[in-house]
Nanobody
Framework: QVQLVESGGGLVQPGGSLRLSCAASGFTLDYYVIGWFRQAPGKEREGVSCISSSDGITYYTESVKGRFTISRANAKNTVYLQMNSLKAEDTAVYYC?????????????????WGQGTQVTVSS
């Protein structure tokens, strides 16, 4: 059974850091584009970052560039999203997703496996 499980969310003060994990079971993440998305209350889902399967090239939405880093740990079948210098506007439920493509970014509709999400709240 193909499954993605996110973890690492929580409450953090502005300027703080969190590392989200996306662990896969039932398939090998190496061969998939992995994306991180977020959805804040009352807002549409937003693509945050993705990492290509073939060459590890990464993509970030403008608002997180220089603050977030996506990476793979293939031996652990896990993808991470390191989030630094967090801001209140980063508050959202964060989801990871997998797509059988080589390169990203790609349309959200191309992702066919999604995790259940993890809440990130940035507040003092």
């Amino acid at each position: 059974q193909v499954q993605l499980v996110e973890s690492g969310g929580g409450l953090v003060q502005p300027g703080g850091s969190l590392r989200l994990s996306c662990a896969a079971s039932g398939f090998t993440l190496d061969y998939y584009v992995i994306g991180w998305f977020r959805q804040a209350p009352g807002k549409e889902r937003e693509g945050v970052s993705c990492i290509s399967s073939s060459d590890g090239i990464t993509y970030y939405t403008e608002s997180v560039k220089g603050r977030f880093t996506i990476s793979r740990a293939n031996a652990k079948n896990t993808v991470y999203l390191q989030m630094n210098s967090l801001k209140a506007e980063d508050t959202a439920v964060y989801y990871c997703a997998a797509a059988q493509f080589r390169f990203c970014p790609i349309a959200p509709s191309a992702f066919d496996s999604w995790g259940q999400g993890t809440q990130v709240t940035v507040s003092s």
